[in-house]
């Protein structure tokens, strides 16, 4: 089975899975398949005029639905599941509280502290704030094992 055929058998029972959620809490959602990178990307986006998404795009919620979604795709194909799950746009407003929290983290250090811990956070999340950190000109560092693992940053 070829890379593309892997991934498409991984989105589409992510999808299928997502759809059949989606069924059972009656709620009306629109799924899109995408990638990034060498990950399978499942956005959920409500049609015109619905509002049933906003609780599901929750960020707690969606990490948990994320890896239930991750576990499903492990149970049907046997292989790991890496996706990423997207809810009502949750990613992109996850990504703008992120750098809020690296905005506030950066002004500590620039008064004066040595470095600052963020909250623990998701793998994904984490790069997120490693990308950030870099692209201002700070460095970051992953701490602390499983649920507490955590980013610090400091200056270059």
Known sequence: MTEATEDRDEADVAAD???ELLDIADIDG?????????????????PSGADGLRVLSRPETVSALQELTRLAVQ????????????????????????AALVDTAIARIEAGASSAALPPMSSYER????????????????????????TVIRRA
């Open 17 to 19: 899975y997502i759809e």
């Open 30 to 46: 629109d799924i899109d398949i995408d990638e990034s990178g060498h990950r399978v990307v499942i956005s959920v986006s409500a």
């Open 75 to 98: 149970a049907r194909t046997g292989e790991h599941s890496g996706l990423i799950l997207d809810i009502g746009g949750s990613r992109d407003a996850r990504a703008t509280e992120l």
């Open 127 to 150: 790069k997120l704030v490693h990308d950030l950190v870099a692209d201002r000109g700070f460095v970051s560092e992953s701490h602390g094992e499983g649920a507490e693992r955590h």
